[in-house]
């Protein structure tokens, strides 16, 4: 008798209709593990949202599915990110013959950390000129250094004294010491 009272589906508060629980995204927070709006509301919303905050239009749906699909990607949006992107040889006015010109200069790797593979073409913000090839990493540091050698010096004259380092005290014997802090090493190594 129950089976005839309850509903064959999930009421959404924005549109009013009883839909199949299939139409509402899962959410393991909630009770029922149903999101609170079905899939179109929500997406509705999000939509109004991002318009509202000023943020560009999102991928259409169509494409996203039309993607081909990749482990551990849901959505191949990082598919189609990386396929869209700028190459970096096309900024700055450095084209793809020079890229590869400064590339084989470097032998190959970053200039900062000998990595292989760097695809990120550092400049100097000021001028805009062109001062190597880098990798993600060492890029990414500069940028949060601000390009400023001062800081930079900073940071490796903090490393240099709080960084514990292994001293021989006798043929294979070593001992982990620090110039100027008296802590010892964490142990989660």
């Given amino acids: 008798m129950s089976d005839l009272t309850e509903p064959l589906g999930k009421a ?31 997406n509705a919303r999000s939509e109004a949202s991002r318009r509202k ?13 039309a993607l081909p699909q990749r482990p551990r990607q849901r959505d191949g ?3 189609l990110r990386r396929d869209t992107r700028v190459p970096p040889a096309g900024r700055y006015g450095v084209g793809e013959k020079e890229f590869q010109e400064l ?14 593979d760097p695809q990120h073409l550092d400049h100097d913000h000021r001028t805009g000129w062109v001062r190597g090839i880098l990798c993600f990493n060492c890029n990414g540091g500069l940028g949060q250094f601000r ?22 005290i006798h043929p ?9 802090r008296g802590r010892p090493p964490s142990r989660r190594f």
């Fill in 103 to 116: 590339l084989a200069e470097q032998g190959g790797v970053c200039a900062i950390c000998g990595g292989a």
């Fill in 53 to 65: 905050r000023g943020i560009g239009p999102q991928w259409p749906v169509q494409l996203l599915q």
């Fill in 172 to 180: 294979g014997v070593y001992q982990m010491c620090s110039p100027t």
């Fill in 77 to 79: 949006a990082a598919a």
């Fill in 12 to 42: 959404c508060p924005q549109c009013q209709r009883v839909l199949a629980y299939s139409e509402f995204h899962r959410d393991r927070r909630r009770v029922d593990g149903l999101a609170f709006y079905c899939k179109a509301c929500a």
């Fill in 147 to 168: 390009d400023s050698p001062m800081r930079l010096a900073r940071a490796i004259t903090y490393l240099r004294g709080t960084t514990w380092q292994r001293a021989l």
